[in-house]
């Protein structure tokens, strides 16, 4: 015993860089232990918290030799002892890494996603090994996993793309080892197997949403080229085969653990979604849209700001609702339309990522295109009225016009599409062809304020939606070409802006290209409307 004891104490001065040491190297410590067997009888509860703290490699060796030879018991209380401090420190809000009085990590420590990693590894290689006593195999599990989890959960907010691709990695090999020796566990009955493999699957569950946007797995752009492939293809790596890879991990671990994919789809939630995306692109699995309502609340949670899951959330949407329009199917129920659109609003107007803001927009064409048309006239103009984004309501404009132009292109005898009807313009006939406000061109305007303001934008495309529709419209099912409809827009819209680009030309304000360009847009606008009224009158 005392053998062991020296042996620990010259492991903690040959880590430390103390001299109350035997003068021997980490090195030769590792290899005596080693070849000496000692590694069951070492003071893992004191050795291993410094170890963690060495960098050099010859501590990792010896954490592995522990992991594989010392007491079970003991390196489970020693991992769960680290794991709390590491979450401790992650609670607390120090950084990933020890750091000194000036704020720079230190260069002989190890910082504590390092740390983790090497946590998992030895609750891997300890668990095979340990003996059941007085309590079972899920009370055992169950307060070292819970644990494992909070640190998860901790420290997901300051993990790197690698070193998370690591811990996915990592995790799914001790799920495996546990499941292995639980499986291997004498006189163990269903029930108790049941309890330890739901505990082992939360892990996985966790694992999986904490850690998944770190995959580069980018599946809301690959959706978006299956989708719109004139579109073209992103510059961007969205196809990741390690990514990819890791969720096929998963899927086959869960499956180990006796969860089949039916289940994940029988019983809606985030990893259902994950997985679905998953499947449809590796091998066009579908879902028709009438089942959409059952995975709402699971898409409402990925699409929220603070989520880490807007990608596979709005691949699921791209998918689906894609596949639904072009097969003419099922049409989205009105609670699911109504439910879903404000996320992606506030997604297509607000993200950071203009790749993601363009995938939510087109999700939000799809899905008002996917409910009745009564709503999603409603819907419409109540975006280009009143939303909160002035880009929205910019947008917005553009998709009445997909909806009018989709109405005018349908079968009349089959359509009771509202976008074809006369309602179509007592709707938005006073929310769209009229300035923003009223009375915007009867008063002194600053054209540098006029030109930096949503406006400009908003008008060119309402003229072009008016241009399209004039056009478009041969059988005056809207009641655009209507007499008093024309004299109307004309008095409201046209005629006061025209009046006002000729002051403006007259009085040569615009001086720079920022400011000339859109005035450029309004001005062919107007014009592309007259050679449409005229050719109308012939």
């Known amino acids: 015993m005392a053998a062991s004891d020296d042996i620990s104490k010259a492991i903690i001065a040959a880590a430390t860089g103390t001299s109350e040491g035997s003068g021997h190297t980490l090195s030769q410590l590792k290899t005596l232990v080693s ?108 307060p070292l996993l819970s644990n494992l989890r909070r640190a998860m959960e901790a420290i997901s907010v300051r993990v790197k793309s690698d070193d998370a691709k690591v811990l996915m990695g990592d995790i799914e090999s001790m799920v495996s080892a546990m499941s292995k020796w639980i499986e291997n566990l004498p006189m163990i009955d269903d029930e108790e197997s049941r309890k330890c493999r739901s505990l082992l699957k939360s892990v996985l569950d966790d694992a999986l949403v904490l850690f998944r946007h770190h995959l580069g797995y980018d599946t809301a752009q690959m959706a978006f080229e299956t989708c719109f492939p004139r579109l073209g293809k992103s510059g961007g790596k969205t196809h990741d085969g390690e990514g990819r890879r890791m969720v096929e991990i998963y899927a086959s671990a869960y499956k180990d653990l006796g969860y089949t994919s039916e289940q994940f789809f029988s019983s809606p939630t985030t990893l259902s979604i994950i997985f679905f995306v998953h499947d449809w692109i590796s091998s066009s699995t579908a879902l028709k849209a009438s089942r959409l309502s059952r995975f709402v609340p699971s898409i409402l949670t990925m699409l929220q700001p603070t989520s880490t899951l807007h990608d596979d959330a709005l691949a699921f949407l791209l998918l689906v609702l894609h596949r639904n329009q072009a097969n003419a199917a099922d049409e989205v129920s009105p609670e699911v339309v ?83 009807s006369a309602m179509f313009m007592r709707m938005f006939g006073p929310l769209l062809f009229r300035p923003s406000p009223p009375e ?66 007259d009085e040569d304000q615009a001086e720079s290209t920022h400011e000339t360009m859109p005035l450029v847009s309004l001005k062919l606008g107007l014009n592309r409307i007259e050679e449409a009224k005229a050719s109308l009158r012939k």
């Open 35 to 142: 070849t000496a067997g000692i590694a069951d009888s070492i003071d893992v509860l004191n050795l291993l918290s410094v170890l963690l703290e060495c960098k050099d490699p010859a501590a990792r060796d010896l954490i592995a030799i522990m992991g594989e030879c010392s007491s079970a018991k003991e390196v489970i209380i020693a991992v769960q002892e680290e794991t709390e401090k590491i979450i401790n420190r992650l609670e607390e809000g120090e950084d990933d890494g020890w750091e000194d009085g000036e704020g720079s990590e230190k260069s002989d420590e190890i910082g504590l996603v390092e740390r983790f990693i090497e946590l998992i590894g030895l609750y891997r290689a300890a668990i095979k090994r340990l003996k059941l006593r007085k309590r079972t195999a899920s009370e055992t599990l169950q």
């Open 338 to 420: 109504t439910t879903v659109l404000p996320q992606l609003i506030v997604l297509s107007s607000v993200h950071p990522l203009p790749a993601t803001r363009h995938q939510a927009f087109r999700a939000l064409s799809l899905l008002l295109t996917s409910g009745p048309s009564q709503l999603r006239l409603q819907l419409l103009a109540d975006l280009v009225a009143n939303c909160e984004y002035p880009q929205m309501r910019v947008a917005a404009v553009g998709l009445v016009k997909d909806a009018v132009l989709q109405a005018l292109d349908a079968d009349p005898s089959n359509s009771r599409n509202a976008f074809g």
């Open 440 to 505: 915007l061109f009867d008063t002194k305007i600053d054209l540098e304020n006029f030109m930096d303001s949503p406006e400009p934008k908003r008008i060119t495309e309402v003229l072009s939606l008016y241009y399209v529709v004039l056009l478009r419209d041969k059988s005056n099912l809207t009641g655009v070409r209507d007499k008093d409809i024309l004299v109307t827009i004309e008095k409201n819209l046209l005629h006061p802006l025209a009046s006002w680009l000729a002051t403006i030309e």
